[in-house]
């Protein structure tokens, strides 16, 4: 059997799957993550910017945790002027400014450790490479750490002879595989050059370390005054850059042109063009050739890519540059980088794109990386085969406004050469307008200085490798976000953190990021370390560590995309119902309870058919004194001149209809639906606790847990409240058709066994659901339940039939007191405050206000069109509410309560306000609250809500911190939000829609306008000529 629960999360939503080892508070951190893995180290950079804070990775009692390195300070001052002189590990990790950092293992005896630094300089530039070995074998005392060598950066690269300038950005450390004696970086200078840095090392001769420099040149002299009259694009400026390694055969095309057969490069003429190709969908497979068994990534190549300020993305071999730094041509090319270009395909010619007329962008970091399962070295098997099929080539484009551009590679089949398309993400990356109005409030508090704008940017786009066996890109922007594979199509995953301060303090909420953990640790392969700003005083951090993202690639996990994972757990059985048991006392956030109502199929056995216990004269005999009786009551109907029909129909038996012939087979089992109430536990997997079977014919309806008063009448006692798990019932198929249905409430209570049981819940208290109260309902089966608070007591309305009810709980049972008799059938109940929204079943939403001075319903207001309602809901912004329904004709409408509105009729019925056709059945729609932009990256919305209202006292008085959408789930598999807007979005939205309609073609020239338009019922008088209102 199939069914079960989809559990929606995001990575580092919570710790209920112990993906979160450990927590620790830091202040002042700069936010930059190192982490040296064979030395068990991770380094922080401190904010001030001098020197850094060393952790030591431990294991202590089988507890893996980090303790803090004591760094010696010396009172003398560093000399730096002489590149071969070696200077104190606790000098550069107390008193320099720590930019990037990595570790090389170059075999399994020689781990170096390389730091690029900026170390305080009366003269020159402050920047200095610095290579640090292992001071002794044992790594678990003290940094153990030492300088073997020192490289001052020149402020002039002598190959080009061009200045450098201050630093803006570093790539990440690549090692060569290939050579495995070299590791690349590359730099970008304020004036628009780049260079690339290899520390080559080779122990055999008298000096081990060599650098190396080359240098990519931006704009020349003479470029500076033709990009004056071209304007900003015109420019040639290297703005962002990139190392990595790939395998040689990636960007191979077909047929290549020397440089003798390419065609002269062209100044584009200034009027733009379309993209040069359309989009289209990825192939992975044809991206990366045939599959190669066993990569061990000896043949890989490390590239360089640089984007400059006009748009174009250039890709160097690091071989080519060594052999002809001043005379290199890139082995790819595409204009668009950075302008959202859909395609990057590569053309020798300078082809013109489209280029933003209405601001000022380019590219401000790029990141190419691999998605998809982890290689492995285990050679050819069928496992690394399909690892391969799922593995995307991408590029992530950080621009200047703070939006992010995906990527994915692929080679078409006409000409063989790589492009990349454009993936729409579905997520916003740059911040809100609303953390811009934040910051300045807090900057004019005094909360916030006014800094001054740097021009080193830290790295915000970090590759990884193997956790939880994926590779791919974490994204540490405003809004963090994976960026991951899901069954070979890049998807990305939303990044929560707990306790994070609200946006707009901090330029970006995760400042660090490392997935390079201490090897001591059992998950050192496939965890991660993240640093995010926490709530508190601005500047103040905390450090998390994780096992991995288990959680989002777990074996039944699915990546739909709009930055959520969603995890699903198979129980076997159809789950009707679910409800969190908000109980401390029983449930925590270690250790989540709920309770589920569920239906599983079962084959009902029918083998006392086959054999009765009479022989065949006794079941001729009786035959024929029922034949005998019926006769005598026919002639007395003939005799007395009436009808007798009705009253032997009424009586006929099972048996006199359904006669097993065993000569032809015995009585099948029939299939049968069983329901049960669950206690679970989702700590382990949604395990089952306890159970309660409903009874045979019994089909549950409806569940909720809710509080309930305990009224005792005449009694001057405080009356106490209590939560209970509510569940409704219907019985059906008993009687057939002949009888009305009924139903049952049950009332369950979750109570702690005393007798502790051994197994895995071992830890804690066995729970149990405990029956407190039943009562029949006969006036039909109970299809909605739900909590009513007046006057500090909790009350449960009973939706049955045509009838609500409101139940009160007093001495162990329910009372009914007060009720209310709708039209035909209570299919919804929705409560806000003491406002009930009904919604019946075939005529449509009733407004009713529940009275505690007399404890009675009343009308306000209706729809008085005969409306088939399958879901309500409230939908409100600051103080207007309104209300929708969403009916058989897979339409929404949209109704407010105005009584001074002329339309309502003297306030008797509900205004309809809008309406609109969706084309997707729905059973239900969810009200929620609609959080600010600024709580978006918390998991722990209370503690960050709590903070915010700290920093902002005015904070939830406007309009749109006061809104309350709806969220829907469709039958066809997709989910939608109705949210409210002001109106000046309002018009803007409709104004852009129109415009779309107008511009964009629609398949088979259908009209996107008419698809929306209300959908009138045929039945009851509806229209029956034309489908459509307008």
């Known amino acids: 059997a199939s069914g079960g629960v989809a559990v929606l999360t995001t990575p580092g939503r919570d710790n209920v799957g112990s993906s979160i080892l450990g927590e620790s508070d830091l202040c002042n951190m700069e936010g930059a993550v190192f982490g040296l893995p064979q030395s068990n180290l991770v380094i922080l950079g401190k904010a001030d910017g001098a020197g850094a804070i060393v952790l030591r990775g431990v294991v202590k009692e089988g507890a893996e945790e980090f303790e803090e390195v004591e760094l010696e300070v010396k009172s003398d001052d560093m000399d730096v002027d002489n590149s071969d002189c070696l200077l104190r590990s606790f000098d550069v990790l107390s008193k320099t400014k720590l930019l990037a950092a990595s570790e090389v293992s170059f075999g399994s005896e020689s781990v170096f450790s390389v730091f690029f630094v900026e170390s305080p300089s009366p003269s020159g530039t402050p920047y200095s490479i610095v290579v640090m070995s292992g001071a002794d074998s044992n790594l678990e005392s003290g940094i153990n750490l030492q300088v073997v060598f020192v490289h001052r950066i020149s402020e002039v690269s002598g190959s080009v002879s061009v200045q450098h300038g201050e630093l803006v950005s570093i790539t990440p450390m690549v090692a060569d595989e290939k050579t495995k004696s070299c590791v690349s970086f590359g730099c970008v200078w304020s004036s628009g050059h780049a260079c690339?840095?290899?520390?080559?090392?080779?122990?055999?001769?008298?000096?081990?370390?060599?650098?190396?420099?080359?240098?990519?040149?931006?704009?020349?002299?003479?470029?500076?005054?033709?990009?004056?009259?071209?304007?900003?694009?015109?420019?040639?400026?290297?703005?962002?850059?990139?190392?990595?390694?790939?395998?040689?055969?990636?960007?191979?095309?077909?047929?290549?042109?020397?440089?003798?057969?390419?065609?002269?490069?062209?100044?584009?003429?200034?009027?733009?063009?379309?993209?040069?190709?359309?989009?289209?969908l990825p192939d992975r497979l044809s991206m990366h050739g045939t599959w190669c068994a066993g990569h061990d990534h000896s043949q890989d190549q490390i590239l360089v890519a640089i984007c400059r300020r006009s748009g174009m993305l250039e890709i160097y071999d690091l071989l080519d540059l060594k052999r002809s730094p001043n005379d290199v041509s890139p082995i790819w090319q595409s204009r668009g980088c950075g302008h959202g270009a859909s395609v990057l395909a590569h053309s020798d010619q300078d082809i013109a794109v489209r280029l933003p007329e209405s601001h000022q962008v380019e590219a401000a970091e790029i990141r190419v990386f691999v998605t998809g399962p982890s290689l492995s070295l285990d050679g050819e098997n069928d496992k690394e085969k399909d690892a391969w099929m799922l593995r995307s080539l991408c590029i992530l484009v950080n621009t200047s406004l703070g939006d992010l551009h995906l990527y994915s590679g692929c080679k078409r089949s006409s000409n063989l050469n790589l492009e990349f398309t454009r993936i729409p993400l579905g997520n916003v990356s740059r911040p809100s307008e609303e953390a811009g109005r934040h910051l300045t409030k807090l900057r004019?508090?005094?909360?916030?200085?006014?800094?001054?704008?740097?021009?080193?940017?830290?790295?915000?786009?970090?590759?990884?490798?193997a956790i939880s066996g994926e590779d791919g890109l974490f994204a540490a922007t405003q809004r963090p976000l994976w960026f991951v594979s899901e069954r070979g199509t890049p998807t990305v995953v939303s990044h929560k953190s707990r306790h994070v301060a609200p946006a707009g303090g901090r330029p970006v909420p995760v400042s660090g990021f490392s997935a390079a953990m201490p090897a001591v640790f059992q998950n050192a392969s496939c965890g991660f370390i993240t640093l995010h700003e926490r709530i508190g005083r601005i500047g103040s951090q905390r450090l998390t560590l994780y096992s991995g993202l288990y959680d989002v690639f777990s074996p039944h996990g699915v990546l739909p995309g709009g930055g959520i994972c969603v995890q699903k757990v198979p129980l076997g059985v159809t789950v009707r119902h679910i409800e969190f048991i908000d109980d401390a006392s029983v449930s925590t956030s270690s250790r989540p309870i709920y309770v589920m109502l569920i239906s599983r199929e079962i084959e009902a056995d029918q083998s006392y058919l086959n054999d009765d216990g009479l022989s065949p004269e006794?079941?001729?005999?009786?035959?024929?004194?029922?034949?005998?009786?019926?006769?005598?009551?026919?002639?007395?109907?003939?005799?007395?001149?009436?009808?007798?029909?009705?009253?032997?129909?009424?009586?006929?038996?099972?048996?006199?209809?359904?006669?097993?012939?065993?000569?032809?087979?015995?009585?099948?089992?029939?299939?049968?639906?069983?329901?049960?109430?669950?206690?679970?536990?989702?700590?382990?997997?949604?395990?089952?606790?306890?159970?309660?079977?409903?009874?045979?014919?019994?089909?549950?309806?409806?569940?909720?847990?809710?509080?309930?008063?305990?009224?005792?009448?005449?009694?001057?006692?405080?009356?106490?409240?209590?939560?209970?798990?509510?569940?409704?019932?219907?019985?059906?198929?008993?009687?057939?058709?002949?009888?009305?249905?009924?139903?049952?409430?049950?009332?369950?209570?979750v109570k702690k066994s005393k007798r502790r049981t051994q197994g895995v819940h071992r830890r804690h208290a066995p729970l149990h659901l405990n029956l407190r109260s039943e009562k029949e309902i006969t006036v039909g089966p109970v299809t909605s339940l739900s909590s009513l608070k007046s006057e500090d007591t909790y009350r449960v309305?009973?939706?049955?039939?045509?009838?609500?009810?409101?139940?009160?709980?007093?001495?162990?049972?329910?009372?009914?007191?007060?009720?209310?008799?709708?039209?035909?059938?209570?299919?919804?109940?929705?409560?806000?405050?003491?406002?009930?929204?009904?919604?019946?079943?075939?005529?449509?939403?009733?407004?009713?206000?529940?009275?505690?001075?007399?404890?009675?319903?009343?009308?306000?207001?209706?729809?008085?069109?005969?409306?088939?309602?399958?879901?309500?809901?409230?939908?409100?912004?600051?103080?207007?509410?309104?209300?929708?329904?969403?009916?058989?004709?897979q339409n929404l409408k949209f109704f407010q309560y105005a009584p001074a509105d002329a339309e309502a009729r003297g306030g008797n019925k509900l205004v309809c306000r809008a309406d609109v056709h969706i084309g997707s059945q729905t059973t239900a729609l969810q009200s929620h609250w609609c959080q600010s932009s600024l709580l978006f990256n918390s998991c722990t919305m209370p503690s960050t809500l709590a903070a915010l209202k700290q920093q902002d006292v005015?904070?939830?008085?406007?309009?749109?911190?006061?809104?309350?959408?709806v969220t829907f789930g469709t039958t066809d598999g997709s989910v939608g939000s109705?949210?409210?807007?002001?109106?000046?979005?309002?018009?803007?939205?409709?104004?852009?829609?129109?415009?779309?309609?107008?511009?964009?073609?629609?398949?088979?020239?259908?009209?996107?306008?008419?698809?929306?338009?209300?959908?009138?019922?045929?039945?009851?008088?509806?229209?029956?000529?034309?489908?459509?209102?307008?």
């Open 196 to 280: 690339v840095y290899c520390i080559s090392v080779n122990q055999e001769t008298s000096k081990p370390f060599e650098v190396s420099e080359w240098t990519l040149v931006g704009d020349t002299p003479e470029k500076i005054a033709k990009a004056r009259e071209e304007g900003f694009y015109g420019s040639d400026n290297i703005v962002a850059m990139d190392l990595f390694s790939l395998p040689h055969h990636v960007f191979e095309a077909q047929s290549v042109l020397s440089s003798d057969e390419k065609m002269p490069q062209t100044r584009a003429s200034s009027t733009p063009l379309p993209d040069p190709l359309p989009s289209f």
């Open 444 to 465: 004019r508090k005094g909360i916030v200085s006014e800094s001054d704008v740097m021009a080193f940017r830290p790295n915000r786009l970090h590759r990884f490798c």
């Open 618 to 749: 006794e079941r001729q005999r009786i035959k024929d004194e029922k034949e005998s009786a019926r006769i005598k009551k026919q002639v007395e109907a003939d005799l007395g001149g009436f009808d007798i029909e009705q009253e032997w129909v009424e009586e006929i038996e099972r048996e006199d209809c359904f006669e097993v012939d065993r000569n032809l087979g015995f009585a099948p089992s029939i299939p049968q639906r069983k329901y049960e109430v669950w206690l679970v536990d989702a700590s382990s997997q949604f395990s089952v606790l306890d159970k309660y079977e409903l009874n045979e014919f019994e089909h549950g309806t409806a569940l909720k847990s809710l509080f309930l008063t305990n009224v005792i009448e005449d009694s001057d006692e405080t009356p106490e409240k209590s939560l209970f798990v509510s569940v409704g019932t219907s019985f059906i198929d008993q009687d057939g058709e002949d009888l009305a249905s009924k139903g049952r409430v049950l009332l369950f209570q």
């Open 797 to 889: 309305v009973v939706g049955a039939g045509a009838e609500v009810t409101v139940e009160q709980w007093g001495s162990g049972k329910l009372t009914q007191v007060g009720f209310y008799h709708a039209h035909m059938q209570v299919q919804e109940i929705v409560l806000f405050k003491t406002f009930f929204l009904l919604s019946d079943a075939y005529d449509s939403l009733h407004f009713l206000v529940w009275r505690e001075s007399d404890k009675s319903l009343t009308l306000l207001a209706k729809d008085y069109e005969p409306t088939q309602v399958f879901a309500a809901g409230l939908i409100s912004r600051g103080g207007a509410m309104a209300f929708v329904c969403h009916d058989d004709r």
């Open 954 to 965: 005015l904070f939830g008085r406007l309009e749109d911190d006061q809104r309350f959408a």
């Open 978 to 1030: 109705i949210i409210s807007l002001s109106e000046p979005v309002f018009w803007r939205l409709t104004a852009l829609q129109s415009v779309m309609s107008n511009a964009l073609e629609s398949n088979c020239a259908l009209s996107h306008r008419a698809w929306r338009l209300f959908r009138r019922s045929t039945s009851r008088g509806g229209c029956r000529s034309n489908d459509r209102k307008k």
